[in-house]
């Protein structure tokens, strides 16, 4: 990926920033120390206000400037240093022990990123009105710090947003109406929407608008070739919850035309991926990348887990292979298993990312490329 500019996460950390400096951090951005607080690890948080003009899509949204937005176990943004294996909170006020609401590492937990020396991030605005629930989503913009933060849109009786995808300066983003029939909440019949919003210009577009059925729901899921592809589904008769017995959703898939701005239907079975296009098969995949080579690969299904694709190669830990993409030569893997989820490579190392499952965090660390890929 594309390093963006906009954001230096020095290495030297301002101690008067957040009071008194630990000496251990945690992988998974934990609190540490003896008062229960995290300290920040990283550095202090500075910005150039260069533009970043990649592509980058739902996890990887929160990934830039060699290191990943996350959100801890209280619900703080923290971003996390791939070159120091090391985490820092956003927050950059003096003596602040991180435990209030008024700590700027607070707030902006739905699909935070970066771009252009600022963080995004939606907001849900949600509140009783005349005994009716109101679902309001407002986006927001805040400086690299947290602080001064910006309300640019309110999108009404909105909530849910799902997978965006940010391209150049526009970001798009699918949401859906409240859509409950009652207070009860039991099941609702929303309108599933796609969104385009330019983040210079401050231009918010209707894209595509489908009610259908009950739960109806919204997933972007990548581009190619200038399209997005996205998923409505939805459930064919009302749902109350029962975790016993969770129906199957219906899916209708489609691609929405970045250049004639027209929305077509397409094959479920064809989704974008890092490298281009991936068609699954019964019992195989088929990767079609954006210079036209064609690679089968008979181990990857779409139930394939954590198959990443990173540095020119596509790596299943869960079946210990990978492939390289020029040249299709195969490789045996160790070191990682279907739990861990590769996400970058820097340095002659990948960053491995993987859940705790005790903690509810996610944990890093890095292994060399030399000792995850052998000759088979």
């Known amino acids: 990926m594309k390093k963006l500019s906009a954001i230096i996460f020095a290495a030297i950390l301002l101690l008067t920033a957040c009071g008194e400096k630990s000496g251990t951090f945690p992988q998974s951005g934990e609190p540490v120390g003896s008062d229960g607080i995290s300290e920040a690890a990283g550095g202090e948080i500075q910005s150039d206000g260069a533009e970043y003009d990649g592509k980058r899509y739902g996890p990887s949204m929160a990934i830039s400037n060699d290191g990943e937005l996350f959100i801890d176990s209280q619900v703080r943004l923290n971003f996390f240093d791939f070159s120091i294996m090391d985490s820092v909170l956003i ?45 309001n989503m407002n986006f927001v913009r805040a400086d690299i710090d947290g602080t001064n933060r910006k309300v640019l849109l309110t999108l009404e009786d909105m909530e849910d947003s799902s997978d965006c995808l940010l391209i150049g300066s526009t970001l798009y983003f699918g949401m859906r109406t409240h859509g409950y029939t009652d207070l009860s909440l039991d099941h609702s019949e929303p309108t599933a929407k796609l969104f385009s919003y330019d983040l210079e210009s401050g231009q918010l577009s209707e894209l595509f608008s489908m009610k259908k059925g009950y739960s109806c729901a919204i997933q972007i899921d990548g581009e190619y070739n200038g399209e997005i592809y996205f998923t409505v589904s939805y459930l064919e008769e009302k749902y109350v919850y029962d975790p016993n017995n969770i129906p199957t959703s219906l899916r209708e898939t489609f691609k929405y035309n970045r250049q004639n701005n027209e929305i077509s239907e397409r094959d479920g079975d064809y989704y974008p991926c890092e490298c281009g296009l991936v068609h699954y098969e019964d019992e195989g995949a088929t990767f079609y990348t954006e210079d036209g080579k064609e690679i089968y690969i008979p181990d990857i299904t779409q139930n394939s887990t954590y198959v990443s694709i990173i540095d020119g190669y596509i790596i299943d830990g869960e079946n210990k ?15 990682i298993d279907k739990y861990d989820d590769i996400i970058y490579y820097l340095d002659g190392s990948y960053i491995v990312k993987r859940l705790n499952k005790d903690s509810g965090q ?12 052998s000759e088979e």
């Open 91 to 135: 927050c950059s006020k003096p003596n602040c022990r991180h435990d209030t609401h008024d700590c700027s590492s607070y707030g902006m937990d739905i699909d935070p990123f970066i771009y252009n020396g600022n963080i995004y991030f939606f907001e849900a605005d949600s509140y009783m009105k005349k005994d009716k629930p109101v679902y």
């Open 321 to 335: 292979f990978a492939v390289e993409i020029n040249s299709g030569d195969r490789y045996s893997v160790s070191g």
């Open 362 to 373: 996610y944990e890093y660390r890095k292994i060399a490329k030399n000792e995850l890929f």
